[in-house]
């Protein structure tokens, strides 16, 4: 079997590894059900007080200075668009990091980094893991906040949100690298992971339209790919806008993409190197 | 040193039982103890004290630049209809505020034996002659103390930039309020971590119960606008009549959505969140100790 999988070529092995990654993952997963009911469900109640104090603040379901803002008053669809793909930065920015540590908590991280193959592929497999369990819960919690709050979605507007979504994820692969890079060097990423995540919260616009920050806050925002998902996705479903019109904002995110793939890819590289000739992999 | 080997071991094992003023004493200082020991694992870790202090700050933040995009400035009509008193600000202010002590309760609380099954040092601490119930609350005393802190720097920024109008003469009996609200949240600390106990993912059940309190507690928006059935069922949480009591206290002209007696009724909700605590505590302990699950996880 080894043997057989040593004459395979070069991209089938890598294609290989990546699919037994990704594999491993969701079995991992899949052990703990209520995990699953958990992400699926319950981010819902994160954002349901945001819809309540909309109801006690403005008394209906359209708020007219949203409207002034944004171009649309609907500020229900508005919290939940901002909630879903909020989740994604939840489960990539943390799980990456969060996934190579518990590689080295379970005692597995030596094995996975002396195997006969490249990294990379790897981290590839762990990346679409994750990116596979956020889309499910993605799609859940859509699918129950359309029930719950009676939104309005077109068969239309789906295949260009995908599209921006997997924009979105590139990019925060980008960053998980860089967060993974960084805990196989100082271990205790946690607090890293979770700082970059109140600067997402506080400076893009997830709950809020970014025009509320003030100009300095607004610009630091703006180097943030969610941000320009966000915008996108919301013109798209909100205002009904096709791509050709938010194009600045795509390719502000695809630059972005790039530039932080790049830096994570190299800093993992270099990280990796580093721990292997210190022999720190499996300190924790 | 007369004292042999023996009789030396048997007095160092000796535990202290019955209610009296120096087993009282001794415990008490078993819980400053662990509310110091928490603390100098804290100070071990700068980054993580710091951003847990700054963490309360964060999460108020968006309710509050939020709560201003939708009303397009700092005063909403239709929350003076609801409540007389239409301060955007001080309403979501005084409803974070408390907020973070449910997270005391279910996190800090909650967990507090959850983690030191984490550290290994679970056994250690259960083979000491204390109450168990004892190291819980000294890590309660720790971890209010530490958001008693973080909500200070919430109200420093708070008032620094957006303004916040409060009554001062509210503050004493608005205080009364909190001591009480904070002693059935210890209560339901003690159920959650007595779920820690027995439940290898408990993180799930706690933060399913926060999110449920959350908003079941008028934290953001008055209790009227949640359907009938949730207002009756947040009657049972300490924070909905807290905080519809220090908002009665603290915010002018403000008029309490419902709850009748608010001081009695969070004794009430105290004592038998306290009591109802203690139990499943001792239940679950007992469970836990004779299925030898104690540092399974």
Redesign the interface.
């Known amino acids: 079997m080894i043997q057989g999988a040593y004459q395979q070529s070069p991209l089938r092995s890598n294609l290989y590894v990546v699919w037994s990654e990704l594999v491993k993952n969701i079995k991992s997963l899949l052990a703990?059900p209520?995990?699953i009911v958990?992400w699926a469900i319950?981010p819902i109640?994160?954002f349901?007080?945001?819809i309540?104090?909309?109801?006690?603040?403005?008394?209906g379901s359209e708020?007219?200075?949203?409207a002034?803002?944004t171009g649309s008053g609907e500020?229900i669809p508005f919290i939940v668009i901002g909630a879903v793909l909020n989740s994604y930065v939840n489960t990539l920015l943390y799980g990456m990091g969060e996934n190579i540590r518990k590689e080295a908590y379970q005692g597995t991280l030596d094995y996975v980094l002396v195997a006969p193959c490249n990294q990379v592929y790897v981290l590839i497999g762990k990346a679409l893991s994750e990116s596979l369990s956020s889309t499910i819960f993605a799609v859940s919690q859509l699918a129950i906040s359309v029930l719950l709050f009676g939104m309005n979605i077109t068969l239309g507007v789906i295949a260009p949100v995908f599209f921006i979504i997997i924009l979105l994820i590139l990019g925060l692969y980008g960053m998980a690298l860089i967060l993974a890079a960084v805990s196989l060097m100082y271990k205790?990423s946690y607090?890293l992971s979770?700082?970059i995540g109140?600067i997402f919260?506080?400076f893009a616009p997830?709950?809020?339209?970014i025009e509320?920050?003030p100009t300095w806050a607004q610009i630091f925002g703006k180097l943030i790919p969610i941000t320009y998902a966000l915008i996108i996705v919301r013109s798209i479903i909100l205002l009904g806008a096709d791509l050709s019109a938010v194009y600045l904002e795509v390719i502000a995110l695809i630059i972005i993409d790039a530039v932080l793939l790049l830096a994570g890819f190299y800093l993992f590289s270099w990280m990796e190197k580093k721990t292997r000739k210190s022999g720190t992999i499996s300190h924790h | 040193m007369n004292k042999s080997n023996k009789e030396h071991r048997l007095r160092e094992v000796n535990c202290p039982t019955g209610f009296n003023w120096s087993n009282l004493k001794a415990e008490l200082k078993a819980v400053w103890q662990a509310n110091i020991k928490d603390w100098k694992i804290e100070f071990a870790?700068p980054?993580?004290f710091i951003?847990q202090l700054?963490?309360p700050l964060?999460f108020l933040?968006?309710?509050l630049?939020?709560?201003?995009?939708?009303?397009?400035?700092e005063y909403?009509?239709?929350?003076a209809?609801?409540v007389g008193n239409g301060d955007?600000v001080a309403f979501?202010f005084t409803g974070y505020m408390l907020m973070g002590f449910i997270g005391t309760a279910v996190w800090a609380m909650g967990f507090s034996i959850r983690r030191e099954r984490w550290f290994g040092t679970l056994e250690a601490i259960y083979v000491t002659p204390t109450s168990r119930l004892g190291q819980v609350l000294g890590m309660a005393l720790h971890s209010t103390v530490h958001q008693i802190v973080g909500t200070l720097i919430q109200l420093i920024v708070v008032y620094l930039t957006f303004g916040l109008a409060l009554k001062i003469e509210g503050v004493l009996p608005a205080l009364g309020i909190f001591a009480l609200m904070m002693l059935a949240l210890y209560g339901f600390g003690i159920v959650i971590s007595a779920v820690g106990l027995i439940l290898k993912?408990g993180w799930?059940v706690s933060?399913?119960l926060y999110?449920?309190m959350?908003?079941l507690s008028p934290?953001?928006?008055?209790l009227i606008?949640?359907p009938t059935v949730a207002q009756q069922a947040s009657a049972l949480f300490p924070t909905a009549p807290a905080l519809v009591g220090i908002r009665s206290f603290l915010i002018e002209n403000y008029r309490a959505e419902a709850f009748g007696n608010v001081f009695l009724h969070l004794l009430i909700l105290g004592a038998a969140w306290i009591l109802f605590g203690i139990l499943v505590f001792k239940l679950t302990d007992k469970y836990v100790r004779k299925r030898g699950m104690l540092t399974k996880f």
């Not at chain 1, 997830?206 to 339209?209: A, G, I, K």
């Not at chain 2, 630049?65 to 400035?73: M, N």
């Not at chain 2, 934290?219 to 008055?222: C, D, Q, R, S, T």
């Open positions: 703990y209520t995990i958990f319950f109640f994160w349901i007080p945001f309540l104090q909309g109801q006690a603040f403005v008394g708020s007219a200075s949203f002034q803002i500020y205790q607090d979770e700082t109140y919260y506080i997830v709950r809020y339209p509320s920050l | 870790y980054v993580s951003r700054i963490s964060v933040l968006p309710f630049i939020y709560g201003l995009a939708l009303v397009g400035g909403s009509e239709n929350l209809q609801l955007v979501i993912e799930v933060d399913s999110s449920i959350m908003i934290v953001a928006y008055p606008v949640l």
